[in-house]
């Protein structure tokens, strides 16, 4: 048995036959380099796309609550005399206001 004069030789001799071929390692190694290392690797694109569908989420959640104010707004304008009247106790100047609370 001879001793292989370049180190690279005995490891290359351990592989796998598919693997021995230097044009498979090379492919091996930049695939790895893409998914896992790379800037824009699966795992990058995997954790924007879950980022996406969050914020897309939240956009839906406070679309809703817009609309829901503005429903409320429109509501307030059209009742805003009975909201003063109830909260701050306002009341012309011949009339009496008696707010009565119920227990639920």
Do not use: C, G
Request: glycine share 0%; aromatic share 14%; net charge neutral.
């Amino acid at each position: 048995m001879t001793i292989p004069t370049n180190p690279w030789q005995a490891l290359m001799q351990r592989l796998p036959a598919p693997l021995q071929n230097r044009y498979y390692l090379v492919l091996l190694v930049f695939f790895f380099i893409m998914i896992f290392l790379d800037k824009h690797s699966l795992w990058t694109q995997w954790r924007l796309h879950r980022a996406l569908q969050r914020l897309e989420a939240d956009k839906e959640m406070y679309e809703q609550k817009i609309k829901e104010a503005r429903e409320e707004a429109e509501d307030f304008e059209l009742t805003k005399e009975k909201f003063a009247r109830e909260h701050y106790y306002m009341k012309r100047s011949n009339e009496d206001v008696y707010i009565i609370k119920e227990d639920k």
